[in-house]
């Protein structure tokens, strides 16, 4: 089964699992104003498909994702506009995080910025080796825009979250994994064996998975989480016109403009 745009949405025969792509590798899997609606559609297929876990992943070797695509978040939004257009991706970081199975994570490739937050709202983040990843917002004048930096407090020691968030470095899987925020490292040689990553979840029972989730849920206090997300997204919302920020936008947008002329 196939969802519009460029996020689809897969489940295998037996319905054992279901199976999210992003798909725009020729972007570094960029997320779209199109494709925050595709994404929300996907994961409202997967709920009605009663899976034992959902993956998300990105198409290509490269780039789970670079997060959101910066010519849609134009630098003229309006902190109103701006704050709206955001919470659209935040209520699909909602559904990952309040889906009733286990929401496995396979990072493909690297991960920036955005990417970093939809992998993050994920229970279990399982990564290629050689990958890299990013909360670089701060380097560009913003917080995480989709509540991500929320989530991220509550899924690595806080001491560590504020340091990356604040410092905006890009880290290896290797040492993410020692953080907590990486779960499992796979040689890229077994990486197309799917159902070989998963199995650990596929052997259990669907009822079991929810009891869990819905446990680990309960320790994620999801209404305050989200009531801190919102927040975020709206302090987000108040530095989109910050020089730092529209400088920032202006050198990437300046950049890709080079980059075509030159090719």
Known sequence: MM????????????????????????????????????????????????SKCLVITGAGERMFSSGGDLRDL??????????????????????????????????NGDALGGGCEIATACDIRIAKEGTKFGFVQSTIGITPAWGGGAILYEKVHPSFAFHWLTQGKIYSDRLLEKKG?????IP??????????????????????????????DKLSLEKLIGEMENEVKQ?????????????VNRFLKGKQLHKLKH
């Open 236 to 248: 987000c919302s108040t530095l989109w016109h910050t020089k730092e920020h529209i400088h920032a």
């Open 74 to 107: 134009n630098i003229d939004l309006s902190v109103d506009e701006a704050y709206r257009k955001l919470s659209n991706m935040q209520v699909v970081l909602q559904e990952i995080l309040a889906f009733p199975v286990p929401v496995i994570c396979l990072l």
């Open 181 to 185: 925020w990486i779960h499992e490292r």
């Open 3 to 50: 969802v519009a745009g460029d996020v689809t949405y897969h489940f295998n025969k037996e319905h054992l699992y279901g199976l999210i792509r992003i798909e725009r590798p020729e972007k570094h899997n960029a997320i779209s104003d199109d494709m925050i609606c595709s994404f929300y559609k996907a994961i409202q297929n997967a709920k009605a498909n009663q």
């Open 188 to 217: 890229e040689v077994k990486w197309d064996s799917l159902e070989e990553i998963i199995a650990p979840y596929l052997q259990k029972s669907r009822q079991l998975l929810q009891t869990l989730k819905r446990q680990y849920q």
